[in-house]
């Protein structure tokens, strides 16, 4: 995460923080009961998931990328929509990035069986801040590659030739979101750094929500 030493003496702590690591945990966002109600809500709705499956790699006109990805969203209920709207955590989302003029999106439920993955990936444009927590106390941490952040689809096409879409050691890492009973989030810069998610070895469900930078 480089950044113009001039333009970051301006910036605040936090922006300054998020520009150099990518991503920041956010704790209490919400409430345990909150969090109750979400995860019942997506339990209730897996058998009307939508699988999400494609086998190709693309560098996107947006600047976003893909690799392999199988597995399945469920439709947010109105706990989650009210969550991902919520002028509080948009607060706290707003500070602890240092972004004053991100705007929310939306959310969803990513399910993942035993078996799905997601390989080598950006999030879409609209993801200039990811928020995501986990509903399952036991989901892996996903794959992370601060290093190299804002590269070109092209560079990007040619990690995967080199380490393929799981790729791991040396400056590869890994990231970690919270199971969300507490209420903590993880905000991570979605659009700009690299992450995937390993094949499952059991069912795990994930909370993400966008927020785009205006």
Not at 9 to 14: F, I, L, N, T, V
Not at 136 to 144: E, V
Not at 199 to 212: A, Q, R
């Amino acid at each position: 995460m480089v950044q113009n030493t001039e333009a970051r003496s301006e910036q605040s702590p936090a922006r300054a923080a998020w520009d150099r690591i990518g991503t920041v945990v956010i704790p209490g966002a919400f409430s345990a009961e909150r969090f109750a109600v979400i995860r019942s809500e997506a339990e209730e709705r897996l058998n009307r998931a939508t699988p999400h499956v494609h086998d190709h790699t693309a560098a996107h006109r947006d600047g976003s990328f893909a690799t392999p990805v199988h597995c399945a969203f469920v439709e947010p209920g109105p706990a989650l929509e009210e969550l991902a709207f919520d002028r509080e955590l948009l607060s706290v989302v707003r500070e602890h990035t240092g972004i004053p003029r991100l705007v929310p999106r939306g959310g969803a439920v990513v399910l993942y069986r035993k078996g799905d993955f997601q390989g080598l990936h950006l999030d879409s444009v609209k993801s200039t801040v990811t928020v995501a927590f986990a509903l399952s106390a036991d989901l892996p941490a996903m794959g992370w590659a601060p290093h190299l952040c804002n590269v070109s689809g092209d560079v990007l096409g040619k990690v995967v030739a080199d380490h393929g879409m799981f790729p791991k050691g040396g400056a590869f890492t890994t990231l970690q979101h919270p199971y969300g009973a507490d209420g903590s989030v993880r905000a991570f810069a979605g659009y700009g750094v690299p992450h995937w998610r390993r094949p499952m070895t059991s069912t795990g469900l994930l909370v993400t929500m966008e927020f785009f930078d205006l």
